[in-house]
């Protein structure tokens, strides 16, 4: 079945510091990638997607571009802030009926002033 | 603004008590989800629904029930309660897609504590 593999956590960074988390999915046909991001105290929230190969999701600074040959996602940002201080999820949707997603297991970021 | 609201952020209950999770969305959305969150494994799908009255298992349906009387509601059932149901618990909803996928809209969860 489908399945995603995010980096363990927690990830703990300096302001301004380049943030890369690595997700990597096992899937059959062509999904679409997802990053969900979970503010503290909040419900889940989408940040970007990219639903063909070679496609980037961008948003808020973050960036992920969809590699089919290497099965990733990764997200990366340049320059982090304090406000990025969140629980971050991969995850992908087969598109088929419901579109169900698969999610990875998540990463906890925090960002030190 | 759309929204998904629940119906408690904080629960706790007795072990064999029957635990009732409502879900609202005002977006007017088909399909609405219903998932648990733990700790270092992500978010685990349990029940769906697709339609008013139609309900479809996740991965993991055990321990759970749902309904779905209204299309704007969705309920998950805990019907005995027990202590490694203590979870977060994450509803969504999204429009049926077309060609492309529709976002999935969450709710801010509810942390049921089992004792």
């Known amino acids: 079945g489908n399945s995603v593999t995010q980096m363990e956590g927690p990830v703990t960074l300096s302001e301004e510091a380049f943030l890369t988390i690595n997700c990597t999915y096992t899937?059959?046909?062509?999904?679409?990638l997802f990053w969900y991001v979970q503010y503290p105290g909040e419900g889940l929230q989408l940040l970007l997607k990219?639903?063909?190969?070679?496609d980037k999701g961008s948003n808020k600074g973050f960036e992920a571009t969809y590699r089919k040959e290497t099965t990733s996602f990764h997200l990366e940002k340049g320059s982090v802030q304090v406000s990025d201080s969140a629980v971050y999820f991969c995850?992908?949707?087969?598109?088929?009926?419901?579109?169900?997603?698969?999610f990875g297991q998540g990463t906890r970021l925090t960002i030190n002033p | 603004d759309v929204k998904v609201t629940q119906s408690s952020r904080y629960l706790v209950k007795r072990t064999g008590e029957k635990v009732f999770l409502e879900c609202v969305q005002d977006?007017?959305?088909?399909?609405m989800f219903w998932y648990r969150q733990d700790p270092g494994l992500g978010l685990r799908l349990i029940y769906f629904?697709?339609?008013?009255?139609?309900?479809e298992k996740g991965d993991i349906p055990e321990g759970y029930s749902v309904s779905r009387e209204k299309k704007e509601r969705f309920s998950l059932i805990l019907e005995s309660a027990s202590t490694n149901q203590t979870s977060m618990y994450l509803c969504?909803?999204?429009?049926?897609?077309?060609?492309?996928?529709?976002?999935?809209?969450f709710g801010p969860g509810t942390r049921l504590t089992v004792l």
């Open positions: 969504a909803s999204t429009a049926v897609g077309r060609s492309s996928y529709n976002e999935q809209f």
């Open positions: 899937a059959t046909g062509y999904p679409s």
């Open positions: 990219a639903t063909k190969a070679d």
């Open positions: 995850a992908l949707s087969d598109l088929q009926g419901a579109q169900k997603l698969v």
């Open positions: 977006m007017d959305h088909e399909n």
């Open positions: 629904s697709y339609d008013v009255k139609m309900k």
